[in-house]
């Protein structure tokens, strides 16, 4: 299992959007393993924004993020970062697809809801800047055998089950090849 970081930014916070947001990734059956409300500092936000340094967009978006305080959650989940990003969306909420939150949501390239790790790299790395490590939770989800197949938790082994009878194989058939 992957995670990622994900902000509910201040347009987020202010437009009450912060229950359908999380359900949004709930409903998609991924786990929030962190979950906290931050008023983002500057510096912070400086370093979080640094390779847009160079962007006219740079002094406004830090700005912004800093205005009043934002929503943050480690997301864990297959392929957590790429799901993600999916059902964020494109940059700007006039061109995001709808279905996406931001083509649900947002009409603009800035005041877009949410930010979202871009690759699995940087969300080890955001998730380090905003999260201390006791704010991080394991724990077993309820629903987390109807999320993904045996295979896909690494409980299916399909060469063990050859030659096994159907009682051995826990009441199923074995696959047959
Ligand atoms: P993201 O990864 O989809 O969030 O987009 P980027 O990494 O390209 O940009 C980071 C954030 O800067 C975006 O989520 C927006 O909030 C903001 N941003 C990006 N492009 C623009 C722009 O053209 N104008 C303004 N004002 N803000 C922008
Ligand atoms: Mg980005």
Redesign the pocket.
Known sequence: MKRTLIIA?PDAVNRCLIGKIISRFEDKGLKIVGLKMDHLKVYTLREH?K??ED???FE??VE?MASIPCVLMVIEGKDAVNVVRKL?G???GREAALGTIRGDYSL?????L???S?DEETAKEEIARFFKEGEIFQYDKMNFNWIYCKSEKGLYDPAKKEGKTVEENGGHQAPQK
């Open positions: 930014k924004y390779h847009h962007k006219p967009f406004e978006i912004y964020v494109d940059t700007c603009s390239a800035q005041t877009n949410i930010h979202a871009k």
